[in-house]
């Protein structure tokens, strides 16, 4: 226990709560569920099935045709979002490299440690995004090769920086932190998006 609550809790935590939760006798598992006509269940997929019903009777769904007109709002136009590059790198600086990554699954650590490269590049992108809408420049299905036209020169940036670094990153997941959510992606994929497809597609023998 004196090797595991030491100097070393405070740089690496995940190893003291894996040890923590390794101890705890208390059940993890979601209980027994009972369904709308009374009956329990114990199996997985129909626990999360009621579950998910449950949840959804919760909401209800809005109907905006019939929402009344408030007229001219009392409140000032706020201002254009604007995003520095100060602020981005300590953001990336202020990461934790024990935390769990996230969708992107892109670690933390890499991020953190690269914040003075990336940060200018990503700067800009995500000030293109706000400024120029995310559906019509990045997600159109109408004019996919503006992503390029808008793009490249930062994807060109990240992509030099990240093979010069010998950092493999997974091309799908790449494209997933550029352009967004799957389904969103989804809708440029039968066009010729050059970026799109292959400026991210990192290969170093030496890291597979």
């Not at 969708?103 to 933390?108: N, Q």
């Not at 200018?120 to 995500?126: A, D, G």
């Not at 091309?171 to 050059?194: A, H, P, Y």
């Amino acid at each position: 226990m004196e090797d595991i609550v030491s100097d070393d809790l405070q740089k690496n935590p995940k190893r003291f709560w894996s040890y923590v939760k390794s101890r705890k006798q208390d059940a993890s598992q979601i209980v027994t569920l009972k369904s709308k006509d009374g009956f329990l269940h114990s199996d997985t997929d129909t626990k999360v099935s009621i579950l998910n019903q449950q949840f959804q009777s919760v909401y209800t769904k809005e109907d905006t045709s019939t929402l009344p007109d408030l007229g001219t709002s009392p409140h000032p136009t706020m201002d254009n979002i604007v995003i520095h590059e100060r602020g981005v790198y300590k953001l990336l600086k202020g990461l934790r490299p024990f935390k769990a990554t996230g969708p992107d699954e892109v670690p933390t650590n890499i991020l953190k440690q690269a914040a003075e490269s990336l940060a200018p590049y990503l700067t800009r992108m995500f000030q293109l995004s706000l400024d120029e809408d995310d559906s019509t420049i990045l997600y159109s299905h109408k004019n996919p090769e503006v992503i390029s036209e808008k793009l490249g020169k930062e994807l060109e940036s990240c992509s030099k920086w990240l093979i010069d670094n010998k950092l493999s990153l997974h091309l799908g997941k790449t494209e997933t932190i550029l352009f967004g959510s799957k389904r969103k992606l989804s809708k440029i994929r039968n066009f010729d998006v050059t970026y799109s497809e292959d400026v991210f597609e990192v290969v170093d023998d030496d890291l597979d």
